[in-house]
């Protein structure tokens, strides 16, 4: 059966194929093929190892299948639901999200993982289970910097800000509070958030 593409993003193509998802990173011509190369193995195999960490974690993301550093391959769990974005276009009941959003989030930083591309496009709802999923770990990395954490923080404000405007800032709000409830390591996160947030208002 050949797999289905579902979408393509700046770095991989998706396809579906039976119950699984197969992301595949594909070869980008302004690189050198040596820098090219490198790049994706070690972010394939980075993607990887962080889906192998958060399943020891029993963390709320696909499992890993299988993963291949020279097709520039993974092959994860399909996670059957809609996306949060869809959802909270839909309704005005955003605060249990927003919640788990916070605790996963917390949950993620507590073991030094930092997701890098944390939008509501990248957050299922479990068709079965109801449970919020995070998906698409191409930017993620391991780190225990204060700093890194903060960043993500920043940026899950601004995707927040600018797709659901109608609920902000309350939603970012609520994802804070339960992100402080959960990390142990918030007090500090949170304080260097402001001040990430302060040079962004200061670049623009």
Same mark, same amino acid.
């Given at each position: 059966?050949? *797999?289905?593409?579902?979408?393509? =993003?700046?770095?991989?193509?998706?396809?579906?194929?039976?119950?699984?998802?197969?992301?595949?990173?594909?070869?980008?011509?302004?690189?050198?093929?040596?820098?090219?190369?490198?790049?994706?193995?070690?972010?394939?195999?980075?993607?990887?190892?962080?889906?192998?960490?958060?399943? /020891?974690?029993?963390?709320?993301?696909? #499992?890993? +299948?299988?993963?291949?550093?020279?097709?520039?391959?993974?092959?994860?769990?399909?996670? *059957?639901?809609?996306?949060?974005?869809?959802?909270?276009?839909?309704?005005?009941?955003?605060?249990?999200?927003?919640?788990?959003?916070?605790?996963?989030?917390?949950?993620? #930083?507590?073991?030094?993982?930092?997701?890098?591309?944390?939008?509501?496009?990248?957050?299922?709802? #479990?068709? +079965?289970?109801?449970?919020?999923? $995070?998906?698409?770990?191409?930017?993620?990395?391991?780190?225990?910097?204060?700093?890194?954490?903060?960043?993500?923080?920043?940026?899950?404000?601004?995707?927040? +800000?600018?797709? #659901?405007? +109608?609920?902000? *800032? =309350?939603?970012?709000?609520?994802?804070?509070?339960?992100?402080?409830?959960?990390?142990?390591?918030? /007090?500090?996160?949170?304080?260097? $958030?402001?001040?990430?947030?302060?040079? =962004?208002?200061?670049?623009?």
């Amino acid at each position: 059966m050949t *797999p289905n593409k579902i979408a393509q =993003g700046a770095e991989a193509s998706i396809y579906l194929e039976n119950s699984s998802i197969i992301k595949e990173r594909f070869v980008k011509r302004y690189r050198l093929p040596q820098i090219d190369e490198a790049l994706r193995t070690f972010r394939t195999r980075r993607e990887a190892k962080i889906l192998q960490k958060l399943e /020891a974690m029993n963390f709320p993301a696909p #499992h890993l +299948q299988e993963f291949s550093d020279t097709r520039m391959s993974i092959a994860m769990d399909f996670i *059957p639901g809609p996306k949060v974005r869809d959802i909270l276009l839909d309704t005005q009941q955003y605060a249990q999200i927003a919640e788990a959003i916070g605790k996963n989030l917390a949950k993620l #930083h507590d073991a030094q993982i930092v997701h890098g591309d944390l939008t509501t496009s990248n957050m299922l709802l #479990h068709e +079965q289970s109801k449970e919020l999923t $995070f998906i698409d770990f191409g930017l993620s990395a391991f780190s225990d910097k204060v700093e890194d954490k903060a960043v993500d923080l920043f940026l899950l404000d601004r995707a927040l +800000q600018s797709t #659901h405007f +109608q609920i902000y *800032p =309350g939603i970012f709000q609520n994802v804070l509070e339960s992100y402080q409830n959960t990390s142990a390591q918030a /007090a500090e996160v949170l304080a260097r $958030f402001e001040k990430v947030k302060a040079r =962004g208002r200061n670049k623009k």
